[in-house]
């Protein structure tokens, strides 16, 4: 099948990528950690704590910043850590992907667009599939991509103001890789309701739904995670690192399928007309006027 061809082809290119950055050695990736722009990494004990940091643009995701997470999460140094978090700095933990990024992007051929699907999808996939516990400290907003972040995290510990929502479609946007996670994790019409609306919720119906670990106050969250990465640091390092593998390929076969279709939906999406108008209405604080040009269709590719 097509998509299955798409989802194995990502898989081999993200090996490949891999194994180049581990070929470099220890000094390139300490000089990269070094480098990082919108990241910021810290480590104690065996825990290591990766920031987004873009405070001011409520650590909207750029594609540098998604480069550097993917460096960051497959450096050698997180293989050795015990337990990863993941947290933002500022009042957000993550508002999704940059919409002046994206309106940047429109005049991208098909291939490029499907290129920066596939960078997200491989973000994605690597911070899933990690062979140590994850811990996302959420504070704020988690919103779209920000709000898959969160979610793909083996624990989701979230403040009382903290927000997650899927608001893809507000702005003529697809929800079309967060939604092979999400479906994963609640079911199927609850998955419709938060996809399709675009509603936010709060941190009490996100753990509701299964979305959130534990609620704790934000004076107490950094205590809670350092609890919570020392009950799993106990544990055999050995067990959980097969635990985790044999929980990736339960769903791998699934997943697999629904990324590569999310993959073409995503690409696609980004060459309608809704889309710039979505993009462009945001970004100019306008409701946006749907219908301005055909949708049947997307531009020609």
Same mark, same amino acid.
């Given at each position: 099948?097509?998509?299955?061809?798409?989802?194995?082809?990502?898989?081999?290119?993200?090996?490949?990528?891999?194994?180049?950055?581990?070929?470099?050695?220890?000094?390139?990736?300490?000089?990269?950690?070094?480098?990082?722009?919108?990241?910021?990494?810290?480590?104690?004990?065996?825990?290591?704590?990766?920031?987004?940091?873009?405070?001011?643009?409520?650590?909207?995701?750029?594609?540098?910043?998604?480069?550097?997470?993917?460096?960051?999460?497959?450096?050698?140094?997180?293989?050795?850590?015990? +337990?990863l978090?993941?947290?933002?700095?500022g009042e957000?933990?993550?508002?999704?992907?940059?919409?002046?990024?994206?309106?940047?992007?429109?005049?991208?051929?098909?291939?490029?667009h499907?290129?920066?699907?596939?960078r997200?999808?491989?973000?994605?996939?690597?911070?899933?599939?990690?062979?140590m516990?994850?811990?996302?400290? +959420?504070?704020?907003?988690?919103?779209?991509?920000g709000?898959?972040?969160?979610?793909?995290?083996?624990f989701?510990?979230?403040?009382?103001?903290?927000?997650?929502?899927?608001?893809?479609?507000?702005?003529?946007f697809?929800?079309?890789?967060?939604?092979?996670?999400?479906?994963?994790?609640?079911?199927d019409?609850?998955?419709?309701?938060?996809?399709?609306?675009?509603?936010?919720?709060?941190?009490?119906?996100?753990?509701?739904?299964?979305?959130?670990?534990?609620? +704790?106050?934000?004076?107490?969250?950094?205590?809670?995670?350092?609890?919570?990465?020392? +009950?799993?640091?106990?544990?055999?390092?050995?067990?959980?690192?097969?635990?985790?593998?044999l929980?990736?390929?339960?769903?791998?076969?699934?997943?697999?399928?629904?990324?590569?279709?999310?993959?073409?939906?995503?690409?696609?999406?980004?060459?309608t007309?809704?889309?710039?108008?979505?993009?462009?209405?945001?970004?100019?604080?306008?409701?946006?006027?749907?219908?301005?040009?055909s949708?049947?269709?997307?531009?020609?590719?």
């Open positions: 099948m097509p998509a299955q061809k798409s989802a194995r082809a990502l898989g081999l290119r993200c090996n490949r990528e891999r194994s180049f950055r581990e070929k470099r050695g220890p000094t390139a990736a300490r000089e990269d950690r070094l480098n990082y722009k919108t990241i910021v990494i810290s480590e104690s004990a065996s825990i290591r704590t990766i920031t987004l940091n873009r405070p001011e643009r409520r650590n909207a995701m750029t594609p540098e910043m998604q480069i550097e997470l993917i460096s960051a999460l497959e450096d050698p140094a997180s293989s050795s850590c015990r +337990v978090v993941l947290a933002g700095a957000a933990f993550c508002s999704g992907l940059d919409l002046s990024a994206l309106h940047a992007s429109e005049d991208k051929s098909a291939a490029e499907r290129a920066d699907a596939e997200i999808a491989r973000l994605f996939l690597t911070l899933y599939e990690l062979p516990p994850t811990i996302a400290a +959420v504070h704020g907003a988690a919103i779209a991509g709000a898959g972040l969160a979610i793909l995290c083996d989701t510990l979230a403040t009382p103001a903290a927000k997650f929502g899927f608001t893809e479609v507000r702005i003529g697809v929800p079309a890789l967060v939604s092979a996670f999400l479906t994963l994790q609640v079911a019409k609850r998955s419709r309701d938060l996809l399709l609306t675009g509603r936010l919720i709060d941190a009490e119906e996100a753990y509701r739904l299964g979305l959130v670990s534990e609620i +704790v106050a934000p004076e107490e969250l950094t205590q809670h995670v350092g609890a919570l990465a020392d +009950v799993l640091i106990a544990n055999s390092p050995q067990s959980l690192k097969a635990t985790k593998s929980l990736a390929q339960q769903n791998r076969a699934w997943l697999d399928s629904a990324v590569a279709q999310a993959l073409e939906a995503n690409a696609l999406s980004r060459e007309a809704d889309f710039r108008e979505g993009i462009a209405a945001f970004l100019e604080k306008r409701k946006p006027v749907w219908g301005k040009e949708r049947t269709s997307p531009r020609g590719r």
